[in-house]
């Protein structure tokens, strides 16, 4: 069982960044692509970036491509997800997620953690 914790939500401008974190429990953190998702209200949980076992591999959504940059430490359990030049359609709760493949939808992920809500003003 993998446990996660994400923090670094909050508010900032339109322009702004933020840095979110993922922490997990365990010592089997390596094993798993981790990845990130989000759900504003109203709409379905969508995909935003996820990374490979060892951090080479990486893959975006095109709403985010060029300026989210996913990232990961496995000697601190930790995967982040850089934040620039925020928009006022990235508001949403941004869940961490692990999956033991290289998958972009959110039913292939077997652990999540309860998100961290981002809210981006105009």
């Known amino acids: 069982q993998v446990h996660l914790v994400e923090s670094g939500g909050g508010l900032v401008q339109a322009g702004g960044s933020l840095r979110l974190s993922c922490a997990a429990s365990?010592?089997?953190?390596?094993?798993?692509?981790m990845g990130w998702f989000r759900q504003a209200p109203g709409k379905e949980r969508e995909f935003v970036a996820h990374i490979s076992w060892s951090g080479s591999t990486t893959y975006y959504a095109d709403s985010v491509r060029g300026r989210f940059t996913i990232s990961r430490d496995n000697a601190k359990n930790t995967v982040y997800l850089q934040m620039n030049s925020l928009k006022p359609q990235d508001t949403a709760v941004y869940y961490c997620?692990?999956?033991?493949?290289?998958?972009?939808?959110?039913?292939?992920?077997?652990?999540w953690g309860q998100g961290t809500p981002v809210t981006v003003s105009s």
């Open positions: 997620a692990a999956s033991r493949g290289l998958y972009m939808s959110y039913v292939n992920y077997n652990y």
């Open positions: 365990g010592r089997t953190f390596s094993d798993y692509v």
